[in-house]
């Protein structure tokens, strides 16, 4: 599934490929996925740039932010450049007896590892929603998450 990058994010590109500044904005060292139970378009103030502090992350017993890493980027069709997830990431095991409760219906790309305090970098909508069940984890398949420019 391919991702959208936030407004913020397409300034970052954009002002590294003019060698202009970057506004503030720092490329993350660490990338970390967030599985979210609502659309991160309806929970924020300007929909193609959400927030942080306006996602709705799951609260779930065993869950936390995972590292996800990503291939060199490709151009696997004319015109068209693309990187993915080159790791499996798994969360959980969800141990309380709901499991992971709420269905993940998004998942967002953040470069901090907890809180509130940084940036959205991108955002993917998921095909079918995903719970978990009692002792068991969601996991995300390698080359699963694509970034996709053209």
Known sequence: ????????????????????????????????????????????????????????????????????????????????SQIQNSNLITFGPFTASTGSGTPTTFGALVNVASGTAGEVICTWEWDTPITAPQNQSITIPIANLTFTQQ
Not at 13 to 27: A, C, D, E, V
Not at 32 to 49: F, H, M, S, W
Not at 66 to 76: E, I, K, L, N, Y
């Open 1 to 80: 599934m391919s991702g959208n990058l936030t407004d913020t994010t397409d300034r970052a590109i954009l002002n590294w490929i003019t060698g202009t500044s970057l506004g503030g904005w720092t490329p993350p060292s660490t990338a970390y996925i967030a599985l979210l139970t609502a659309d991160p378009a309806t929970t924020a103030v300007t929909p193609t740039d959400p927030q942080l502090s306006e996602l709705t992350e799951l609260a779930a017993t065993g869950y936390t932010r995972q590292v996800a890493t990503f291939t060199a980027a490709t151009s696997p069709s004319q015109g068209t």
